[in-house]
């Protein structure tokens, strides 16, 4: 059974009720359309040996916790082999296992381009080389965090993936586990 992976990490003035409404309802999801689901977290991260090169950069970088956790899931998903993940507040609409295994074929990287990126999927070697890179360029413009896809501009798109996904965003009138609730029940 293939496997979708996501992060969690706890923050301060964060909404932890619903942070786990939000996981169980991508747990749901990705089940449903045939996914082993695992939830990882800082100590996965932790346990890379590149993790406190990643660290060092970041703490120079001024990045807020929430912004690191971009950077620091992928830690995580160098220290268990690679594959696939998705942030926790991304219901699975209809992507199957099948589905994946022909981007995989396609190649060693694959990412959402042009916004920040809530879904992925990487090798280990692949995971490694964008820690590496993480740790050696440049992670703001200014004020603002860089896109992965603007760091990693040979990863191949998942854009004709994404209508089998729901991603929520922050910001909207209902919260995230609402809006997910309401794309996995139309």
């Given at each position: ?94 992507f199957s296992p099948q ?88």
């Amino acid at each position: 059974m293939k496997t979708i992976f996501s992060y969690y990490q706890s923050f301060p003035n964060s909404d932890q009720k619903e942070d786990f409404a939000c996981a169980n309802l991508w747990k749901g999801s990705w089940e449903k359309h045939g996914w082993n689901t695992v939830m990882l977290n800082k100590s996965h991260a932790s346990s890379n040996r590149l993790y406190p090169k990643l660290m060092q950069k970041l703490i120079r970088s001024h990045l807020h916790d929430k912004e690191c956790a971009k950077y620091i899931r992928w830690c995580a998903l160098y220290a268990i082999g690679g594959g696939w993940m998705c942030d926790f507040d991304v219901a699975n609409l209809g992507f199957s296992p099948q589905d994946a295994d022909k981007i995989e074929q396609q190649g060693s990287l694959s990412i959402v381009k042009d916004e920040n990126c809530y879904l992925f999927y990487a090798t280990k070697d692949q995971a490694e080389e964008v820690v590496k890179t993480f740790s050696e360029k440049e992670l703001k413009n200014g004020l603002v965090h860089k896109l992965e896809s603007e760091m990693l501009p040979n990863a191949g798109d998942l854009k004709d993936i994404l209508s089998d996904v729901f991603h929520a965003e922050l910001g909207k009138e209902l919260t995230r586990s609402k809006q997910i609730e309401q794309a996995l029940n139309p």
